[in-house]
């Protein structure tokens, strides 16, 4: 039981170009959130999902796309980076409408 | 005003001591109140809950929330090296579909 990983973990960009994260769930939970942590902003929500297929935009949203096209995966896609996406990104898992959230181990993005 | 304010610290303290974590919140509708403990470079984990107002204990831990100050706090006693970490509060106000409302985490410091 793997819990949440994300792929990748460490990632450097030049601004202008674009990524996917990847995120994976084996708990076959419902929801699942992208956060970013920055240093003196804590972890602040993007985007989340309640189900396959849907997906809705949390505190953060711009310059962030996501799809949920598998229960158990959940991508992140930044079609044009910047240099105030550098960041530590998280995914998050949980069951529905369960406070309880399982984080993946983070990846490290940073764009220059 | 962040709905969830934490003192950043750095809060260092000798091994054995008792350790208080604070943080307020100002949206009355938050029921959830969790605390979350992250060490380096790894992803948050789920450390205690308590759901209204009230205490609640899990060995050396000990979670209260006031409900009628907005205010909610960790205890540790008899603090161990290992508990060295960052320890996040966390909100909701239930349901679980819009992700959770994060302090900005105060980093714990245990000196042996």
């Known amino acids: 039981n793997a819990g949440v990983t994300q792929t990748p973990k460490f990632r450097v960009l030049k601004t202008g170009q674009s990524m996917t994260l990847l995120c994976a769930q084996d708990?076959?939970?419902?929801?699942m959130y992208w956060y970013r942590q920055d240093p003196g902003m804590g972890l602040r929500l993007i985007h989340y999902?309640?189900?396959?297929?849907?997906?809705a935009k949390g505190e953060v949203p711009d310059g962030y796309n996501v799809s949920r096209l598998k229960k158990q995966n959940f991508l992140l896609g930044l079609e044009s980076a910047a240099p105030s996406q550098t960041s530590v990104y998280f995914c998050?898992?949980?069951?529905?409408?369960?406070?309880?959230?399982?984080f993946g181990p983070g990846t490290r993005l940073t764009v220059t | 005003q962040k709905e969830v304010e934490q003192d950043p610290g750095p809060l260092s303290v000798p091994e054995g001591a008792i350790v208080s974590l604070n943080c307020t919140y100002s949206?009355?509708?938050?029921?959830?109140f969790m605390w979350y403990r992250q060490y380096s470079r790894k992803g948050p984990e789920l450390l205690m809950y308590?759901?209204?107002?009230g205490n609640k204990e899990d060995g050396r831990f000990t979670a209260q929330v006031d409900k009628s100050s907005k205010y909610i706090s960790l205890f540790i006693r008899d603090s161990q090296p290992s508990d060295s970490a960052t320890y996040l509060c966390?909100?909701?106000?239930?349901?679980?579909?819009?992700?959770?409302?994060f302090g900005k985490g105060t980093h714990l410091i245990i000196q042996p």
């Open positions: 998050a898992s949980s069951y529905p409408l369960m406070w309880e959230q399982y």
């Open positions: 708990m076959n939970h419902e929801y």
């Open positions: 999902s309640v189900g396959e297929g849907t997906t």
């Open positions: 949206n009355s509708a938050f029921q959830y």
């Open positions: 308590t759901y209204s107002s």
């Open positions: 966390a909100t909701n106000s239930g349901g679980g579909a819009d992700g959770l409302t």
